[in-house]
Structures are given as structure tokens and as C-alpha cells.
T-cell receptor, first 109, second 116 residues
Framework: GQQVMQIPQYQHVQEGEDFTTYCNSS?????IQWYKQRPGGHPVFLIQ?????EVKKQKRLTFQFGEAKKNSSLHITATQTTDVGTYFC?????????FGAGTTVTVRA | GAVVSQHPSRVICKSGTSVKIECRSL??????MFWYRQFPKQSLMLMAT?????????EQGVEKDKFLINHASLTLSTLTVTSAHPEDSSFYIC????????????FGQGTRLTVV
């Protein structure tokens, strides 16, 4: 079945630094979505990438979808304390949404 | 964004009893609902996908007779944990979307199940 792998599992970042989390699927995806889950909360949708090679930005967050539509990345620049939480990628086939393991981000002030 | 309401948020039950968790889409019609299980500090493990009016599709390793899913209407899906055991204690969360893969999923608040 479809598997979505995400690394790293944990990311400890100094405030102001950049970091990237990577997502890889064992199968070609229709699209990929990214979610953020704050501690104690539920996942909240951030963005969706559909096209091969697509790049989207949301302020300090840059999302990329690979050419083969099997991998994706999220890059955060100038990390802030508000960025803490777990970031999940979710690979979409036509009928289900499967999540990666998530990258839990903590920020050192 | 759209609202998905999940109830109850917390439940404690005795071993051997059954627990029903409801997931409602409040302001849209959910053609597809997903049920996930999340262990502490871990990812969301997809348990099953349900489409309104049809049987749920369970992921490998998920016992369909233990985790009964009903998606009777476009706004309601239920997960019933039957004959619960302590190892079933977990965080269960539903998500719903309208349409197929091209739209985002909206999540319920989750249900913390503790089996004693």
C-alpha cells in the first residue's frame, strides 16, 4: 500500500535559523498536502501542491513538489517561536489521504 | 475553513464495553471521511476511509469487526470501538472532505479514549 515517509522526526531550531522537512512517497501522488498540528490540537491545513515541480510560498514557508510527484519539502526561514508544532505531509491518491510521520519542531529562543 | 465536530472529546470506559465516536461536518457535505488513530508524539495512522452510503475501506491490520464505521449520511460518520481493551486507548481523530483528492481535509478535534 501507499507509504509516506517524512524526515526528520524532530527538529530543534535556534530562533532565526532555517530548516527543511522532507517527505517521500512510495507511489506517485495526485497531490500532496501539508498540515500543522500544534501541541494538544488537531491538524490544520496549510497548503496543497498539485503540479509536478510546483513551488508555493506562504510568508516564511516554502513548499515544493518534486518533478516525479513522489516527494515534497517544506522549508521555513527565520524560524520563530510561533512555528513550534508538528508538520505533516499527506499524500493523496484518489481515495485516501495518508500522512507522513511528521516533523516536530521546537524552537530555542 | 469548514467545521468538523467530533464528539466526545474524552471518554473513559471499562474493558469489554463499546464506545461510539461521532464525526459531523457542520457546514458542508462530506463525501469522504477518514478515521485516524494517533499515539503520543506519533503520526496519524489511517484506520479507514468511508464514503457516504457505502462500506468503509479499512487499512491493512485494522480489524473491521472491532472498529465499526458507519457513514450513514453526508454529514455524519461514526466509529464504534467494540469490546474495548486497554491497548485500544489512544487519540482517535476524524477528518472529512467534499469531493475526491483535490480538496483539503478538515479535522475534528479528536477523541481521547481511555480504557480501564
Amino acid at each position: 500500500g501507499q507509504q509516506v515517509m517524512q524526515i526528520p522526526q524532530y527538529q530543534h531550531v535556534q530562533e532565526g535559523e532555517d530548516f527543511t522537512t522532507y517527505c517521500n512517497s512510495s507511489t506517485t501522488l495526485s497531490n500532496i498536502q501539508w498540515y500543522k498540528q500544534r501541541p494538544g490540537g488537531h491538524p490544520v491545513f496549510l497548503i496543497q501542491l498539485v503540479k509536478s515541480g510546483e513551488v508555493k510560498k506562504q510568508k516564511r514557508l516554502t513548499f515544493q513538489f518534486g518533478e516525479a510527484k513522489k516527494n515534497s519539502s517544506l522549508h521555513i526561514t527565520a524560524t520563530q517561536t510561533t512555528d513550534v508544532g508538528t508538520y505533516f505531509c499527506a499524500g493523496n491518491t484518489d481515495y485516501k489521504l495518508s500522512f507522513g510521520a511528521g516533523t516536530t519542531v521546537t524552537v530555542r529562543a | 475553513g469548514a467545521v468538523v465536530s467530533q464528539h466526545p472529546s474524552r471518554v473513559i470506559c471499562k474493558s469489554g464495553t463499546s464506545v461510539k465516536i461521532e464525526c459531523r461536518s457542520l457546514d458542508f457535505q462530506a463525501t469522504t471521511m477518514f478515521w485516524y488513530r494517533q499515539f503520543p508524539k506519533q503520526s496519524l495512522m489511517l484506520m479507514a476511509t468511508s464514503n457516504e452510503g457505502s462500506k468503509a475501506t479499512y487499512e491493512q491490520g485494522v480489524e473491521k469487526d472491532k472498529f465499526l464505521i458507519n457513514h450513514a449520511s453526508l454529514t455524519l460518520s461514526t466509529l464504534t470501538v467494540t469490546s474495548a481493551h486497554p491497548e485500544d486507548s489512544s487519540f482517535y481523530i476524524c477528518s472529512a472532505r467534499w469531493g475526491n483528492s483535490g480538496v483539503e481535509a478538515f479535522f475534528g478535534q479528536g477523541t481521547r479514549l481511555t480504557v480501564v
